[in-house]
């Protein structure tokens, strides 16, 4: 599983601009909403993961590097960097279709009992 990648694809919509959000002042697509694609694209590549287990993102770091306008594509791709037991750590990366970068980071993520997770909050 090491080194497996995964990529989605949105399309940027007003409610995902920093304006919307409130995280700045212009219709352009947020880190708020670029770090949610970042965290689903990893999330999506644990879905065989045992009946009652799901994951949880712990950490994101990235780097917001290029807006990105209403209508514009972006696609993200995860790649599991490391496994060490319950923990999944990755690389991800969000690209446009001109193959600019608009940002990258590092993301980890636990496997948890949804039961147990659920029952100490």
Known sequence: MLN???TQTITV???QTA????????????????IALMESTAMNMLTDLPEGKTSV???????HLKASAVGAKVHCTATITEIEGRRYSFSVKAFDDND???GEGTHERFVVDIEKFMSKL
């Open 19 to 34: 304006q919307f959000v409130g995280s700045g002042g212009l219709p352009v697509f947020s880190t708020p909403s670029l």
């Open 100 to 102: 600019f970068v608009l």
């Open 57 to 63: 993102g712990t950490e994101i770091s990235i780097k």
């Open 4 to 6: 497996q990648s995964h």
């Open 13 to 15: 919509i007003e409610s």
